[in-house]
């Protein structure tokens, strides 16, 4: 099976790459999009992570790369829920679009992988995107790999973002060591 990996982190897509390549019925390609990373110094320390993950695992990725400020800035200044369900299903959309286009047989998330994400949402828009565009969803419940993602994040030096990525979940973040940004 091709199989797409979409992912928007290096700490959330490293482990499920370890997994995943290490199965002779998977070739693997990936994708990496999130047009809610903000500020774009944020976004450039995230998508570098990924192109060190790409040369580490000798992985094709995709990079797609997309500014959407003014649209959540915009359109979803409102509701969490309401901000994160848009997130999600704009790029559940665009990774079966992606892994339509690359000729893959399914496209999965690491998105999953994470313990802070609305999990069952994520399955059913990425399974309805599937089905949109006549492709696979591949899911696995990834979150037992979220610590090892994080230590072989750590051990290869790539960088551990402190928020989700979108302006609003930096406003609500209290991590004690997220960076200090101005936005716009």
Known sequence: MKLMLHMCCAPCAVAIVDKLQKQPDITLDGFFYNPNIHPTEEYEKRRAAVVSLSQAYEMPIAFED??????WQKKLNGEKDVRCNTCYAIRMDKAAQKALEKGCDAFTTSLLISPYQNHELIRALGEKAAAKYGIGFYYEDFRDLYRKGRELSRAKGWYMQKYCGCAYSYTESDHPKK?????E
Do not use: S, T
Not at 179 to 183: C, G, M
């Open 66 to 71: 997309e500014n959407g400020l003014a649209f």
């Open 179 to 183: 960076p200090i940004y101005l936005f």
